[in-house]
């Protein structure tokens, strides 16, 4: 089979992909609202679902969060491993009620579970897709995260491509260095463990190398007063300063509001299997 | 320019009249040390996670059965450095690397495995005297893994166990539970205590040993210099806090049973799913700072103990112990 | 002119370590100088450096004697943060200095980080100083290397400091990017009055922008001169592996008499007033080269790259085009130098000839194999590409079992004996059980090189061979390379140093906008200032000054110059 150059489903694409949600590339409904006001939008999303068991409400939580992580534009990657999350999570709950003579109240309760994981899931990423590093650490320093947090966002998502380039070129070079497969084994066994080992080894240098770049980094943070900048508040005052909540934010918030509690309204008034209880 | 305001030490020869103005303690960190060691150990564990997240191929069978993390990664941290600040630093990896950038964050979840990983791991790499000698290293892998997974599946079962009495009217739902839970707690063992975990960390901690603590400027940990600040102080120690931690679970529990016990229902899955968390990470939080504060302690006492000890002249003791390395 | 930095008595040990660092040192630096600190390797430059800003001793806690006063503060009295408001530092690894997502934000990390109100203003002074104001908004990771150390430079700029340290500029960035850094760094000089200190082993650049010289020898300054004085010390300086600029050389071999020149301009001054050059520059072309490289009849094709387009897609989903309908031929026994600008597809080209990449568009054949039929893998049995940053090549713990792990794994048989002539060969004996990356640049270099020996392919590619490596650790390269002819079929070197290129290569592609633009000799490359101007590059100083003495083509090395100035005529020329 000839190889050709693939834009999609290639080593290259995943970094790419990883990249354009860590920094929110793609832009998006959520993206330019104020930090803080999409960090509590998503804690909205993250407590209603436990507050019942309604499928009707669940349904409609699960509905909105969908339609809000396709105007955030989530990317095919993330999305992708999402749903084959939820299928694969669901087919096995299902299978092992199947096994144990489950009956419709158990294939109920797995929904409503998977219903409000799910919500979840969607609403964080529509809210942690929409919010670049920059923003995500100043709204964590803003709500008095601790300092190593906010620091530990940014640097982690600055590193994050530059580490993954090595990282894929150090396994490039196992790649060339050690022998081809012959053979692939049974369910390609060979493969799994050629590929195991690889990413063992491929750490050895990997952690020598960072550790290298990690002590220059350190430096700099000190002479660049990052110690300095825990122990004032100066620096926060300043950085923070950009950070506003606008009427566009403020509309946000009430228009989700709203749409819960019509999600809530609708629950009671249509309540889907209720009797199945 | 105002050097005057400085009486230049300069002339006299500096060595007998102006001792050497910094003593390093070899085996102690200096916070930009300890900065250090949390920033690696959460970089690498981050990255590691990516690749657990991106790739396919490690997704054997059910979900069950994939990696849940390399942990041979963070092992080899605590195992190399101080325990503490590596074993905080790995999780926040895990939940900055995959949670947030993957938009993956679930919410309070993500702080009780935070402090189960962390604990597990500050435990595991106290267990370690001497990274070269890998049954300790294979050892701290496996009890991290045990301490994060073990006790969390346990609790779990627990759970079932005592619900299952109280309640029939879900048939096979608790028995799937149970069996869900074995299965989960035995794969993630096999596959990241042992197979991603101990047998890794065992190959790669006496490798790295020497070598990655100068490329930081740090003096590599000591056998015959007992770490400051690590849990290890007796073997005691350790199975109380393991036990404090499964009690936590346990009370955490009986304390949920207690107030539930007349609304059982039968999607009782998700109706404990948020009180219980916030019962277990409360417990969670309480025994870590127990086993911080413990362990503080004793190195408190220990270092007075040091201080009271006869003291050569600085300098002097200070050359000694690093040509003693 | 007043002090600003005092260092006086000086006596430093890292934690841990079995000597000292520095012993006993006294200097003294000068408001407004312009120092290069130069030295071999482990001479101290850097740990010396450090002691300005206070990361010695408050950041790396060894055992310090003596003391350090910068702007007449006691550097042990003050603290790292404190001292971060004088004294600037630009790290030699300066991409892991950047700790912020974009550019702007980086910049202004400092002067935030301090609470200085006017930190926007600040930040966008230094962003335009340095004339990287459309970058703000740049992801570092999205920057070359010459951007990258702008942006750690105006991160530097924005706390206005006193001082500022740039520890081996030229070690990372190609000759044109250092260049620019260097005239941003004069600029500062002059206009802000700022102190520059530079650790740099490029005696080019020293004698071009530096005002006073220190050596540092086993942890001491040697001596600290005004640069005309120390760069006379010609033979002292290549003993600390510096050696002198080429025009120096040249300058004192032809008229040793007259004063030590600085730039080319200088030199022919020199050379013209001391009555050695020719009456009307007439130093014939037709005294040939020393040797003939020009291999006018070529061997067999060892690969072929046949009408390839190739371009990646970036964060934004555009696709760049990086190469554009390229064909080239390699063939056997040739020393091929691929030339260009940064992204001119160097790097490309080469990842395309492993098969880790396979083109878009086109064919790219080695050994008569297409890259397309078969994996990267087994292509690494006739291909070999080593990367620019050698520790990403160490892969096991020891310089022995990282060229013993390519003929081990594929079974090759004699892998024991292969493995030992390699270390002898290439003088690696006594640090082949170290792990590669705690040897020196050179011996890293080295060990790259035994590992693609090691391999004995038919192909072999290099990025960047001498990058970071001081000038005498690039001539051993360069003679290394040289050496591979007998057991390689074809070398192909990505490259911005022309040193190598006029020392090295038989042939010179050079590259623009994804297409061969040139495809010549050496010589001839450096005879045409208008390609190598179109291409960023910047000719040998001894191809330069041959040009502007009439010698056509240009010589490529001291001795060839010197070869063809044969008869001493009498003055009067220009």
């Excluded at chain 2, 101990?198 to 003096?219: C, D, Q, S, T």
């Excluded at chain 3, 050696?243 to 050379?271: D, G, I, N, R, Y």
């Amino acid at each position: 089979m000839a190889r050709k150059q693939r834009d999609v489903m290639s080593v290259e694409w995943v970094k790419l992909e990883l990249l354009r949600t860590a920094y929110a590339t793609r832009g998006g409904l959520l993206s330019r609202r104020d930090p803080r006001i999409v960090l509590g939008w998503y804690l909205v999303f993250a407590v209603v679902p436990w507050l019942t068991h309604n499928i009707t409400t669940l349904a409609v939580l699960f509905g909105l969060t969908a339609v809000a992580v396709l105007v955030s534009r989530v990317g095919p990657l993330i999305l992708g491993l999402f749903v084959i999350g939820l299928v694969l999570e669901s087919t096995y709950l299902l299978l092992l009620a199947w096994l144990f003579d489950g009956d419709i109240t158990t294939v109920l309760s797995l929904v409503t579970l998977t219903l409000k994981l799910g919500t979840i899931s969607l609403a964080s990423m529509a809210a942690f897709v929409s919010l670049d590093p920059e923003k995500l650490s100043d709204a964590l320093i803003s709500l008095r995260a601790p300092a190593l947090l906010s620091f530990g966002v940014s640097y982690g998502y600055r590193m994050l491509p530059i580490l993954m380039t090595e990282f894929h070129t150090i396994v490039n070079g196992f790649r060339l260095r050690s022998a081809p497969l012959e053979r692939r084994g049974i369910l390609g066994w060979r493969a799994v463990v050629r590929l195991s080992t690889t990413l063992v080894q491929a750490f050895y240098p990997m952690m020598l190398n960072t550790a290298k770049r990690t002590r220059t980094t350190v430096e700099a943070l000190e002479t660049r007063g990052f110690t300095f900048a825990g122990e004032s508040r100066l620096g926060r005052d300043l950085r923070l300063a950009y950070l506003r909540v606008g009427a566009a934010d403020v509309v946000l918030l009430v228009v989700t509001l709203v749409l819960v509690a019509a999600a809530f309204v609708t629950g009671a008034q249509v309540p889907l299997f209720a009797q199945a209880r | 320019m105002s050097s005057t305001t400085s009486s230049a030490p300069a002339s006299s020869s500096p060595a007998s009249s102006n001792p050497a103005r910094r003593v390093p303690r070899p085996q102690e960190l200096a916070s930009s040390q300890k900065l250090m060691v949390f920033v690696l150990s959460m970089v690498l564990f981050g990255l590691a996670n990516i690749l657990t997240e991106v790739l396919p191929e490690f997704r054997v069978g059910p979900v069950e059965l994939s990696v849940s993390y390399l942990a041979f990664v963070p092992v080899v941290m605590v195992s190399l450095f101080h325990p503490l600040y590596a074993a905080l630093g790995a999780p926040l990896g895990e939940i900055i690397f995959v949670d947030l950038l993957m938009g993956n964050f679930s919410g309070v979840g993500e702080l009780e495995g935070y402090i189960q990983l962390a604990l597990g791991l500050y435990i595991g790499g106290s267990l370690v005297r001497d990274p070269a000698r890998r049954w300790q290293v294979a050892v701290a892998a496996m009890v991290a893994v045990l301490i994060d997974k073990g006790v969390g599946g346990a609790v779990d079962i627990l759970k079932v166990v005592v619900g299952v009495e109280d309640l029939e009217s879900v048939q096979g739902l608790p028995e799937s539970i149970l069996a869900l839970e074995g299965v989960a707690f035995a794969s993630d063992f096999l596959i990241s205590g042992i197979i991603f975990g101990a047998i890794p960390a065992a190959y790669l901690a006496p490798r790295l040993h020497g070598k990655i603590e100068p490329l930081m400027g740090m003096a590599p940990r000591d056998p015959r210099v007992p770490l400051p600040g690590r849990a290890r102080q007796t073997a005691g120690f350790i199975g109380l806090a393991v036990v404090l931690f499964i009690a936590s679970g346990l009370f955490a529990f009986l304390e949920y049973v207690d107030i539930e016990l007349g609304l059982w229902e039968p999607d009782f899955l998700e109706q404990y799913g948020m009180s219980f968390l916030w019962v277990s990470v409360a417990a969670c939080a309480v025994v870590l700072v127990t086993v911080v504060l413990l362990a503080r302690r004793s190195a408190h006492r220990r270092r007075l103990e040091a201080d009271h000890a006869p003291a050569a002249p600085a300098t002097e003791a200070a050359r000694t112990t690093t040509t003693g390395v | 002119m007043p002090a600003v930095i005092e260092v006086r008595d000086l006596t430093f040990r890292y934690p841990g370590a079995e000597v000292d660092s520095l012993v006993g040192v006294d200097l003294t630096i000068e408001r407004g100088d312009f120092v290069a600190v130069v030295g071999g390797n482990g001479s101290g430059k850097t740990t010396l450096c450090k002691t300005f800003n206070g990361l010695i001793p408050h950041f790396w806690s060894g055992e310090m004697l003596g003391s350090v006063h910068v702007g007449g503060t006691d550097t042990h009295e003050s603290s790292v943060a404190a001292l971060s408001h004088q004294v600037g530092y630009v790290y030699q690894d300066f991409g892991n200095q950047l700790v912020r997502p974009t550019v702007r934000d980086d910049v202004a990390f400092g002067p935030i980080n301090f609470g200085l109100t006017d930190h926007a203003e600040r930040t966008e002074q230094a962003m335009a100083q340095l004339g990287i104001e459309h970058l703000a908004s740049t992801f570092v990771w999205q920057l070359s290397g010459g951007q990258e150390h702008l942006t750690a430079l105006a991160g530097v700029l924005a706390m206005r400091p006193e001082v500022i340290v740039v520890d081996e500029p030229v070690a990372e960035l190609d000759p044109v990017r250092a260049e620019e850094t260097y005239r941003m760094l004069a600029q500062v000089n002059a206009e802000q009055g700022t102190t520059i200190v530079v650790i740099e082993h490029h005696a080019e650049f020293i004698a071009r922008y530096a005002r006073s010289v220190v050596l540092m020898a086993q942890g001491a300054p040697r001596w600290h001169l005004p640069v005309r004085e120390a760069l006379s010390r010609a033979e002292e300086l290549a003993e600390h592996g510096i050696p002198a600029p080429q025009v120096v050389q040249a300058v004192q071999a032809l008229a040793p008499e007259a004063p030590v020149p600085l730039t080319v301009e200088e030199a022919v001054t020199a050379l013209a007033g001391s009555g050695v050059l020719t009456g009307s520059g007439v130093v014939t072309g037709s005294s040939a080269p020393a040797e003939p490289r020009a291999t006018s009849s070529r061997g067999p094709a060892v690969a072929r790259l046949e009408g390839v387009t190739h371009g990646y897609r970036d964060v934004h989903g555009h696709l760049s085009t990086v190469l554009d309908d390229l064909s080239l031929t390699l063939h056997e026994g040739e020393r091929i130098a691929v030339v260009g600008s940064n992204g001119a597809g160097k790097s490309t080209l080469l990842r395309l000839l492993t098969g880790l990449d396979v083109p878009r568009v086109g064919e790219v054949e080695v050994e008569g194999i297409s890259t397309r039929s078969t994996s990267a893998a087994r292509l690494a049995d006739h291909v070999c590409y080593l990367y620019q940053h050698p520790e990403q090549m160490f892969l096991q713990d020891s310089v022995r079992q990282d060229i013993a792990m390519f003929p081990q794994q594929r079974r090759r048989p004699g892998t024991a004996e292969l493995v030992e002539e390699i270390l002898d060969r290439l003088r690696l004996r006594e640090v082949a059980d170290r792990d590669g990356r705690t040897l020196s640049g050179g011996q890293q270099r080295r060990a790259t090189l035994g590992i693609a020996l090691a391999m004995t392919p038919a192909l072999l590619l290099l990025d960047e061979p001498t990058s970071s490596l001081d000038v005498g650790t690039r001539r051993d390269v360069t003679a290394m390379l040289a050496a591979l002819a007998e057991r390689i079929r074809c070398v192909a070197v990505a490259t911005h140093d022309m040193h190598l290129v006029a020392e090295w290569a038989s042939r010179v592609v050079v590259l623009h906008g994804g297409r061969v633009l040139a495809d010549t000799t050496p010589a001839e490359l450096f005879d045409d200032p208008d390609l190598m101007a179109a291409v960023h590059l910047v000719p040998p100083q001894v191809s330069v000054l041959g040009r502007a003495l009439g010698i056509h083509p240009p010589p490529l090395s001291v001795a060839e110059l010197t070869a063809r100035v044969t008869q001493p005529v009498a003055a009067g020329v220009r």
